[in-house]
């Protein structure tokens, strides 16, 4: 059994993180229930932090809070002296409702309306991530309009091929993301925001996917945009004062992954920038980083109540739970693999191999196929681990479930920190017809 964090198994034989006993933690908010190992948030933010501090290179780790949006955890980071990444108007709500430092808010995103960024004009950002030409222009009218200047990186495609999941590669060329830097693309935005007046150009930035365990394609990627970069500064007297390599540092879900650990991905980064800016004798940009999964992902379990069964003789044993892809979509959507246990009885003897299915509508409503586990039965409770990212973050009211809600613990106490949705919550925007039941009369 791998045990991330501080889980442990505690004396009255019952899985326990941040010193919580999770059979407690189910008495007290019930299930489906995300919990949060917040000592290992912090620890997974200090060790980003530390290697550049070791290395003496100014930096900005900005939390991906896609990865995990709520208040209480924009209030963690900004505690751990992290930035903050938003794509949307929603997350930049949600930050600054955590009265979030505006200076260290990033704000991502391939199609921002000019709502949003007007919202992030009037909150006076640190930085727009400019993602593509409309978005280039469109920020420049409202800058002039405004007489206001902004801070901005370009996000640029260096061309490179991740080894992860399809659909979360994002720095190959063929991709809705960025500039391409091969085309000339990314060439001409720089001449644009240069031409400007009121888009002060940072950088660049460039993300190349997500759950990734090697190094070579930061390395790859950082290389090819510094090598632009020199090419620039030759031609438009352009030096950046920033490089912004992205997240998409991968965790351990299952055996079958082998990441490195925060300090390995940052020094990698860090040599390479080193190594190539004094070979190209091009001044050292900060560095900037945007992990996501890699600071909440492996802090994150869900617990749920075992439910029905249905044995498919000499073919499956399906048991259920009281979720399933409406608290945790990435299964069914990526076919992503969990590690899971039976928190009340974790050591007793694995006597079965059964399929944990959710309770949705659906028959990909699947959370972990073939996994041993000791017979469970009706009221034992499910651990399921690695669920801190995209988790919550994509949860959703498939079939008018309400979304679980979500506690930190630390030092043995725990927080509830956002609340089980009711099913109140879920009919709030509704509008009845009232008396007439058609629209034609
Ligand atoms: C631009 C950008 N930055 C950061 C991230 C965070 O990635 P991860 O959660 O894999 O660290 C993503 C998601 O892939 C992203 O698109
Ligand atoms: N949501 C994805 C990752 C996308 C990363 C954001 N660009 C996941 O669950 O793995």
């Not at 280039?136 to 080894?163: D, F, S, W, Y």
């Amino acid at each position: 059994m791998y045990l991330h964090g501080t889980a442990s198994i505690n004396d009255d034989g019952h899985l326990e993180i941040g010193g919580c006993d999770t059979v407690e933690l189910v008495k007290e908010y019930g299930t489906p229930l995300y919990i949060y190992d917040v000592e290992l948030i912090r620890a997974r933010a200090r060790a980003f932090k530390e290697m550049f501090e070791k290395y003496e290179v100014k930096s900005q780790v900005a939390y991906a809070s896609k990865a995990f949006s709520s208040i209480a955890m924009y209030q963690l980071a900004q505690e751990e002296g992290l930035s903050l990444d938003v794509v949307s108007g929603g997350e930049l709500y949600t930050a600054m409702a955590a009265k979030f430092p505006v200076e260290k808010i990033h704000f991502h995103g391939n199609n921002k309306s000019e709502e949003e960024l007007e919202m992030a004009l009037d909150y006076k950002i640190g930085c727009i991530v400019v993602d593509n030409f409309h978005e280039l222009h469109m920020l420049h009218h409202l800058c002039r309009q405004r007489k206001q200047n902004v801070n901005i990186l370009l996000r640029v495609t260096p061309g490179i091929e991740a080894h992860t999941h399809d659909y979360i590669l994002t720095g190959q060329e063929d991709s809705k993301f960025g500039f391409d830097l091969k085309n000339g693309q990314a060439e001409t935005a720089l001449a644009i925001s240069l031409d400007s007046g009121y888009l002060n150009l940072l950088g660049i930035h460039c993300h190349i996917g997500s759950q990734i365990f090697e190094t070579a394609g930061f390395v790859m990627a950082a290389k090819k945009v510094l090598e632009k970069l020199n090419e620039w500064k030759d031609e438009y007297g352009f030096i950046p004062e920033v490089l912004n390599l992205g997240g998409g540092f991968g965790i351990r879900y299952t055996e079958e992954d082998k990441p490195l650990s925060p300090e390995q991905y940052v020094e990698e980064m860090i040599i390479e920038v080193r190594k190539e800016t004094e070979l190209l004798s091009f001044p050292m940009p900060e560095i900037w980083i945007e992990p996501g999964r890699s600071i909440v992902g492996d802090a994150g379990t869900t617990l749920y109540t075992v439910g029905s069964r249905k044995e498919v003789q000499n073919v499956r044993k399906y048991v259920a739970v009281d979720g399933g892809m409406s608290d945790n979509i990435r299964p069914a959507l990526y076919d992503a693999k969990y590690e899971a246990v039976l928190a009340n009885r974790p050591f007793d003897k694995q006597d079965e191999v059964v399929s944990i299915a959710g309770k949705c509508c659906e028959s990909g409503d699947m959370l972990i196929w073939d996994l041993p586990v000791p017979a469970p039965d009706k009221d034992d409770i499910l651990a399921v681990f690695c669920t801190g990212a995209y988790g919550y973050a994509m949860a959703n009211n498939y079939n008018r479930i309400p979304r679980p809600p979500i506690v930190f613990v630390e030092n043995g106490k725990s927080v509830l920190v956002v609340k089980r949705e009711t099913y109140e919550d879920l009919i709030r925007l509704d509008v009845p017809l009232g008396k007439r039941s058609t629209f034609n009369i």
